[in-house]
């Protein structure tokens, strides 16, 4: 056998564990990725102006996972980044997550300090709530007005345009990763640890894959070399049977043929521009749109990676239905957070775990709505729990 083990996917999920099991295994392992690049969604590379984008969407790294930046830390130095955003409320330009500032800059001065009042008393200073609790929590008329203003105003809207549900339809943690804050702290994030690579997220895949036991092929769908017998579950590599093995990373649903359905997700197109002779677009990294426009946010790149040039570019991003036949539209970005696709899911989870020479991981294989942390964390967790011990046994 030329491989001990294949991964299909050279994300995060993908290139932790390839890392993982060349470095500390010495295993020869065989990346199988269909994009033309590494590093997933993750991936960045300099446009036609010399400014650094991200292909896939603004990617910022926040964990309080200290392992997790120990880890990484391998391969990239970083930047301090705190990002920041505005939403775009009834004219205004206010910090999001809504917190103490933003109650202040859209209310009257008497009306602020009622709500900072009443949010104080009912919730504490210094807490995060979500927005469906903060509807929930009290009988109080002005709390049930101010929470309804930013359920309305923040929330709604957006919630509409990027899934084409309504918050209460989907699990209480999409909303929730934007709390309501009742303090001035004004970050989206408010982890511990927040960062940016240095030299960007592709230059440090590319440290992270650079041992002689790690191969890897672009442009190429696993299922075009990898050919799986479902039945007498045994995997074959260029036609030759492969007993070693096989880190998943791609969509659970497409691993299984679809055979309990497809597993719903959300896409996004990507309408970049470029501002010649402009060094500031807008004041802060990402500007939320949730009331006006079909896009939801607009990010400029140079605010968040701090790269220095004469000219900006930003991103829109214009979320649309995932659609796995129609180009433009084929990418899964977000899974869909609801319990009835949870329930479809166990369904592959289940089937999954009947397979002992198969590992599923990541966003798509574990159909888990992951930031970057939580997949680094997942991979490095599953390699020591689930790979060393494999290896060890043989
Ligand atoms: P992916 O990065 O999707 O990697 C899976 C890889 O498998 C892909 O490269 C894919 O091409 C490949 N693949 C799939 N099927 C096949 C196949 N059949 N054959 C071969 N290859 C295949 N996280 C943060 O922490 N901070 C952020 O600010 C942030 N912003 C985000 C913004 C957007 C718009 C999106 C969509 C995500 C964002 N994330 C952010 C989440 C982050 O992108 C993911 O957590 C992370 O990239 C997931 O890594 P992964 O390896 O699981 O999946
Ligand atoms: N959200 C919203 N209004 C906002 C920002 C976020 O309604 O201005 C909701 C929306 O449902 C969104 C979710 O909160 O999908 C999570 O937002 P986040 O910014 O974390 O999304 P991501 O960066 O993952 O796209």
């Known amino acids: 056998m030329l491989f001990d083990v294949i991964v299909v996917g050279a994300g995060f999920a993908g290139s932790v564990i390839a890392e993982r099991c060349a470095r500390v295994l010495g295993k020869r392992v065989l990346i199988i990725e269909k994009r033309a690049h590494i590093g997933g969604n993750a991936y960045d590379c300099y446009d036609d102006h010399g400014i650094l984008i991200h292909q896939y969407g603004p990617h910022i790294f926040h964990t309080n996972q200290k392992f997790v930046i120990d880890y990484l830390s391998n391969f990239t130095t970083w930047i301090e980044y705190q990002h920041r955003v505005q939403a775009l409320i009834d004219g205004s330009y206010v910090p999001l997550p809504f917190n103490l500032n933003t109650i202040q800059q859209l209310f009257p001065q008497h009306l602020a300090m009622q709500y900072i009042e009443l949010l104080i008393q009912r919730v504490g200073f210094g807490k995060r709530t979500t927005i469906l609790q903060l509807r929930e929590l009290s009988s109080e008329p ?124 959300r896409s996004l197109h990507f309408a970049f521009e470029h501002l010649p002779q402009i060094d500031s677009y807008q004041k802060v990294g990402t500007v939320n749109y949730p009331n006006d426009y079909s896009y939801t946010r607009i990010t400029e790149f140079k605010k968040i990676t701090q790269q220095r040039h004469s000219g900006t570019t930003i991103v829109r991003e214009y979320p649309q239905r995932y659609d796995r036949h129609k180009a433009g539209a084929d990418i899964p970005y977000y899974p869909l957070p609801q319990p009835t696709n949870e329930k479809l899911y166990q369904q592959y989870k289940n089937l999954a775990a009947t397979w002992s020479n198969v590992i599923f991981v990541g966003r798509l294989a574990e159909y888990r709505y992951y930031d970057m942390h939580h997949v680094v964390a997942r991979a490095l967790h599953v390699f020591e729990k689930e790979i060393l011990p494999k290896f060890s046994n043989q």
């Open 142 to 265: 002005l709390l049930q007005q101010l929470a309804e203003f930013v359920y309305q105003k923040v929330f709604l809207n957006y919630t509409l345009k990027q899934w084409e549900l309504r918050p209460e339809e989907l699990n209480p943690t999409v909303t929730g990763r934007v709390p309501v804050v009742i303090s001035y702290d004004d970050r989206y994030f408010a982890d511990e640890y927040q960062m940016m690579p240095k030299s960007g997220y592709t230059a440090m895949f590319h440290k992270m894959l650079s041992d002689q036991n790690i191969h890897y092929l672009l442009n190429t769908d696993y299922q075009d070399i990898v050919k799986i017998d479902f039945i007498n579950k045994k995997i074959q590599l260029f036609g030759q049977e492969f007993s070693g093995l096989l880190v998943y990373t791609g969509k659970i649903d497409e691993f299984f043929g679809y055979c309990f359905g497809e597993l719903p997700y």
